[in-house]
């Protein structure tokens, strides 16, 4: 190990090489030779120690200048007290390892090794402060240091209470601790003045280094330790005994640059730079600034000659260290000692020695050995040797032991983040006392007096920035940032440090995802929300029950009353693990379960919130601003729809919305508060403003799909109120910030569609929305000291009327689609932009059905006889311009299923037209007018193109099925008309009869009566219908026609297939008996009509016999007849609830008697007619089988006159008497012919 020469720099920390003059090592510049994880065996005891140069501002080592024997030190050589890179950049190193520490000295390392904090070191210390610790049980001097805990780590610092004690007599800061001090510990105490010995001593080594370095690189004299610690001491004197204690801290006014970039020699970078990029800002340098060079003179500053990372067993430790080190020629590294040779080594200089090496990781010592200041002659000890020289005997494991027990004492006691702990124990005592001065400073007036309560809440806040940057691994530290970030801001005085406490609670704020799903549920328990600290009861517990047992009492009962813990003997320090930690340093700090989104938004605005006064109260024209009390509820404007002129002033509103949005790409600035731009208080609170209205977006979104609309009105209100105030500040307006807005709009336009259908709910939408809480009062309150907050008045205000609801969301989508065209945030977010086409497409239906369906209201309101009112025509056209925009609006984002919803709806506008020029004129005279067939042909093109949109039936069978049904129904429509009210002044029958065909027979072709669906039994009654009608056209036209013999039997035919393709479907449907029966009566007069043009009896009979077969068949229609008025009949003896539960319509009974006497007359007719043509053909000829056919006919028609004759019978029964005839004639055989 010895030997080794391997380089282990590593790279230093961002920030690190500001440090005036100093220079970082160079790869393989290294000057200690680095023990990458090697163990040392000491005296034969097996102790892990490894040390790593994270820094180091030392020049290559040089060879030591070996001295002649009888040089005498007492005479000063020439380069004395010259600044000399070789004893460290200031030259004032020459005090070698006894250099006084500066009592913020961890901090300046804490500083630059940032990503240590917290995090993997154990313990960040001078090196002098470890030594004292680990020989304590060694030593009778007394200890005195400050612990401060962040995260897992111990910052260690020297607390020279005598000199706070000189300090405090002048200024009277410190009075509370001297006051305790003197009460409780040592009451009789005084400073002890060093000895001229001590003074000569030093002297003695300064010139002992100096002539060493072989006087090479003398530079400017520079005072000497010697002076610095003397009694005549000059300058630095001061600086050593008083200034180097700040003062409690006050922030200073301006805040420039952290100490690592102060003497960049550039400006320094924006302080505020972090608050808006938290969590993205690319290098350590970029945290916001928190000292000047005026703080950075008071010690928090690392000015070490090189920072170690040593690790000694599993203590992790990051060390400062000022030692000078040698090297060169046979001796890569060696430290270099003085020693007089009339006094023996012991035991506690043993340990500084051997500590020194092992944290340098230097592998040999020299010692020069004097006598009165005479060199007589140099000694090599290898450093593994150092614990067994003679009278400086000590046991490596033994120092082990000491240091965890040290750590453990102090990871169990020091709980508190940002609470300065002070370990002490009195010169020649054997007890260690640790208190904790925060508590006991906080009983006195001023909590703020402690001076390291600003470096220490700087610390903090450092620490969580540099987690929150690393984005990779930052969700898991969440819970450790937010402790971190709470205790930082309970630290700090409000109106001292607004800067600071507007930054973490933004960074605070930040924490909390808005945009994601609760993902912190998954793997931790949730910690207690109101806890801010990260220690649970639980340890708490654990933490007396350690004081009061195995820390013992101590000898007076009243130290238990104030300190945290006790040691009673030093001696315990040495047991292996008497003190071994139950604890962790932090139990995992678990981030705050938020189990819905409103309690993570109502977190994050709170946040906020204390942000946003921070930076208000820290903007002093106060007297400029317009007089608001935050208590007071800023009312919300409400207004009817009347009092604002409709839909013409929302079109001005968005002219001047759109104007301003304009003015944003140029950048306009207009803040009330009299802010400066570019100030950090400007883009504080530009940041706070946004994530407030991010928390109100999202908290809007939440209130909306749980269908409370006016609470997601009033929150979408504030979020575009807090946007608007964004405008305003804003200098450059950022695309993802206009994105937002487009969203927010989009959002705001789907509650006021949302308000608009759920009109019946009004009353409580109201009261939801003027509800505010006093958190959101302040808030806005905030937003009113920088803008009116105005700009988007027209989107948020909850109208009464459903017209202008309507055109507000309709406007809300243009206004959102129009920011999406301003820069080019169409492409770089296509989703979002085909959503907003989709709903502009969408809300353009809604407002065309509304117009429409006010259309249809005036229409049945009009009289029959009068024309076409101008307030009708207006609103088909304003329908029609919302269905065309709505179309287009969905071409373009080829969504061809709504496109053709859209061209449907447009289809059925042009049906309702059709029908309200069908009502003019005279019922008697009524004609199916040009206008009709104008717009039925109209409605049918645009049915056709929304099949066309769709393509096929696979892309949307539902909207396919129904854009079918309605053009089947517009051409029946159309038919109907036509054939009912033919207009006969214009075209020829013939013509007439054509176009009904044709429009009839695409009707069918469009009805689909086989496809199993809801509409299955609707296409069949359809279907059944036309062939109805069609066959009735061609049985007239037959019964009309004269002439012509081809087309009169075309037409028979195709009356004939018509009427049996009626029948067929007619009997598929359980609900249309009524509809069957015309029809076999239909056809019964269309057999009875054919059999009129016949001569042969043979002929007649077989269309009689035809005739009757029709008759028998319709035994199903009477048989559904009966049923349901048998149904009919039983329901009010069944419970009430019966007429429900069958949907069907009940049987009109004027049209079953109607139906039932034609029936009764034409079968009566039939069988005579049968009884006359079988009885002529009996005389002729004599057969069987018409013999038993007329038997039966004569039966049945005696009955039937006989049941007609009786004008009693019920309904029923006569019906009953028909079901029976017609079973005996089936049977009878006729109908068999």
Same mark, same amino acid.
């Given at each position: ?379 090599? $000890? ?813 039966? $049945? ?37």
């Amino acid at each position: 190990m010895g030997d080794s020469k391997e380089a282990g720099a590593e790279s230093p920390p961002a920030g690190a090489a500001a440090r005036g003059g100093l220079s970082l090592l160079s790869q393989g510049e290294s000057e200690e030779p680095s023990a990458q994880g090697s163990a040392l065996f000491l005296g034969g005891n097996e102790v892990k120690s490894r040390a790593v140069v994270k820094y180091s501002s030392a020049p290559p080592r040089t060879a030591f200048a070996r001295l002649e024997e009888k040089t005498d030190l007492k005479l000063p050589p020439a380069n004395w007290l010259r600044e000399s890179a070789k004893l460290g950049p200031a030259g004032t190193t020459i005090l070698g390892n006894s250099k006084k520490s500066k009592p913020f000295s961890s901090f300046g390392m804490a500083y630059d090794f940032i990503d240590s904090v917290g995090n993997d070191v154990d313990v960040v210390s001078d090196s002098e402060n470890i030594k004292k610790l680990l020989k304590i049980p060694y030593s009778k001097s007394h200890v005195s240091m400050a612990v401060h805990r962040i995260g897992r780590t111990l910052l260690l610092d020297e607390l020279d209470i005598q000199e706070l004690f000189m300090r405090s007599s002048q200024t009277g800061d410190w009075t509370w601790l001297k006051e305790f001090y003197q009460r409780l510990i040592d009451q009789k105490w005084q400073r002890k003045k060093k000895s001229k010995e001590h003074w000569y001593q030093k002297a003695i080594l300064s010139k002992f280094l100096y002539y060493s370095i072989n006087g090479d690189g003398a530079a400017q004299p520079v005072p000497s330790a010697a002076e610095q610690q003397g009694p005549s001491s000059s300058d630095q004197a001061t600086d050593s005994d008083g200034a180097s204690w700040p003062a409690p801290f006050e922030m200073p006014s301006s805040v420039s640059e952290d100490p690592s970039a102060s003497s960049q020699g550039s400006e320094p970078l924006e302080p505020s730079y972090i608050v808006g990029h938290v969590a993205s800002a690319p290098k350590e340098q970029n945290l916001t600034t928190l000292f000047n060079d005026g703080e950075n003179s008071q010690g928090l500053k690392n000015d070490f000659v090189r920072n170690i990372l040593w690790t000694f067993e599993d203590i992790h430790m990051l060390v400062g260290s000022n030692m000078p080190i040698f090297g060169g020629g046979r001796y890569p590294a060696v430290s270099l000692r003085l020693r007089d040779n009339n006094k023996p080594i012991n035991v506690l200089t043993g340990i500084d020695y051997w500590l020194d090496n092992l944290i340098c990781n230097v592998p040999e010592l020299v010692m020069c050995f004097h006598v009165n200041g005479i060199v007589q002659k140099y000694e090599m $000890i290898k450093t593994e040797e150092i614990p067994n020289l003679e009278n400086s005997n000590f046991s490596t494991k033994v120092i082990k032991d000491i240091a965890q027990n040290i750590l453990s004492f102090l990871k169990s006691n020091c709980t508190k983040e940002g609470h300065t702990y002070w370990l002490f124990k009195a010169s020649g005592s054997d007890i260690v006392k640790l208190y904790d001065l925060t508590t006991l400073c906080e009983e006195t007036e001023d909590k703020y007096q402690n001076p390291f309560t600003m470096p220490v809440a700087v610390l903090l806040y450092k620490v969580a920035c540099n987690m929150m940057m690393k984005k990779n691994q930052n969700k898991k530290h969440y819970g450790t940032i937010r402790t971190l970030l709470l205790n930082c801001v309970k630290l700090l005085d409000k109106s001292r440090h607004p800067q600071i406490i507007a930054s973490a609670n933004y960074m605070l704020s930040e924490l909390f995802q808005l945009d994601e799903p609760k993902k912190e549920e998954s793997s931790e328990s949730p910690l207690n929300e109101n806890s801010d600290e990260s220690y649970s009861e639980e340890e708490e517990e654990l933490a007396d029950s350690d004081e009061n047992g195995s820390y013992g009492t101590g000898s007076d009962p009243s130290d238990d009353n104030k300190a945290v813990a006790i040691i009673k003997s030093v001696g315990e320090l040495s047991v292996p693990e008497k003190y071994k930690s139950i604890h962790q340093i932090r139990p995992s700090c678990t981030f705050p379960v938020c189990h819905d989104t409103e309690e993570r938004c109502r977190l994050v605005l709170s946040y906020v919130l204390e942000g946003l006064k921070s930076v208000d109260s820290s903007i002093k024209k106060e007297s400029d601003l317009p007089a608001a009390d935050p208590n007071t509820p800023i009312p919300l404007k409400y207004e009817d729809e009347s009092t604002r002129g409709g839909p013409e002033g929302l079109e001005k509103q968005m002219a001047l919305f759109l104007d301003k949005m304009g003015s944003l790409q140029k950048g306009n600035y207009s803040s009330q508060s009299g802010m400066i731009p570019g100030s950090w208080q400007h883009k504080m609170k530009l940041q706070l403003i946004l994530k407030s209205s991010k928390a109100y977006y999202v908290l809007s979104d939440a209130a909306m799909s749980l269908q409370k609309y006016g609470r997601a009105l009033r929150y979408i209100k504030l979020a575009l109120q807090s946007h608007d105030t964004y405008c305003c500040l804003c200098t450059n307006m950022l695309s993802e910030v206009l994105l937002f807005l487009s969203q927010y709009l989009t959002l705001c336009g789907d509650i006021q569609l949302m308000l608009a259908q759920n009109a019946n709910n009004r009353a409580a939408h109201l009261e939801e929305f003027n509800y505010q809480t006093k958190e959101d009062q302040e808030i806005l309150h905030s937003l009113h000291r920088e803008s009116p907050c105005q700009g988007f008045a027209w989107a948020t205000d909850l109208s009464t009327d459903l017209e202008s609801q309507l055109s507000v969301s309709c406007k809300c989508y243009e206004a959102a689609n129009e920011i999406l065209q301003f820069s080019d945030l169409k492409s770089q977010n296509p989703e979002h932009y085909v959503q907003v086409l989709k709903r502009m497409g969408n809300i353009r239906n809604e407002i065309g059905v509304f117009y429409m369906n006010q259309a249809a209201a005036l229409q049945s309101e009009r009289v029959v006889s009068k024309s076409v009112s101008t307030a009708e025509q207006q609103l088909w056209k304003k329908s029609f311009s919302c269905f065309e925009k709505g179309i287009h609006n969905f071409e373009s984002i080829d969504d061809a299923t709504n496109a053709a919803l859209l061209l449907c709806n447009t289809g059925r506008l042009m049906r309702i037209c059709a029908q309200a020029h069908c009502g003019a004129g005279d019922e008697f005279k009524r004609e199916f007018s040009p206008e009709e067939g104008l717009y039925y042909n109209k409605a049918v093109d645009y049915y056709l193109k929304a099949l066309r949109s769709l393509g096929t039936r696979d892309l949307h069978p539902a909207v396919w099925d129904s854009v079918n049904w309605e053009l089947s129904t517009t051409y029946f429509t159309m038919a109907t008309l036509q054939q009912d009210y033919a207009p006969l002044s214009r075209k020829a029958q013939e013509q007439i009869e054509k176009e009904v065909s044709e429009a009839m027979m695409k009707s069918l072709k469009h009805c689909d009566v086989d496809s199993v669906s809801a509409r299955q039994p609707l296409c069949q009654y359809r279907a059944a219908t036309i062939h109805h009608r069609l066959a009735s056209m061609y049985h007239s036209c037959l019964r009309n026609q004269v002439g012509d013999e081809h087309l009169r039997k075309q037409h028979r035919v195709l009356a004939d297939l018509h009427y049996s393709k009626a029948v067929k479907l007619f009997q598929l449907l359980k609900d249309a008996p009524c509809e069957l029966l015309r029809v076999q009566l239909e056809r019964v007069a269309f057999a009875e009509f054919q059999m009129t043009s016949q001569n042969s009896n043979v002929g007649k009979l077989k269309t009689l016999s035809g005739a009757l077969d029709i008759m028998v068949r319709t035994k199903h229609a009477f048989q559904l007849i009966r049923k349901e008025l048998v149904e009919e009949f039983d329901q009010p003896k069944s419970d009430e609830s019966a007429p429900a539960a069958d949907p069907s319509p009940g049987l009109s009974r004027e049209e079953v008697i109607k139906l039932l006497s034609i029936f009764e007359s034409r079968l009566s007719f039939l069988l005579l007619q049968s009884i006359k043509l079988l009885s002529s053909t009996k005389k002729k000829m004599s057969n069987a089988e018409e013999d038993v056919v007329l038997k039966t006919n004569k039966q $049945i028609y005696s009955q039937l006159l006989r049941a007609t004759a009786n004008r009693n019978s019920t309904l029923l029964e006569r019906i009953d008497v028909l079901i029976q005839l017609l079973d005996q004639l089936a049977r009878g055989g006729s109908g068999g012919q």
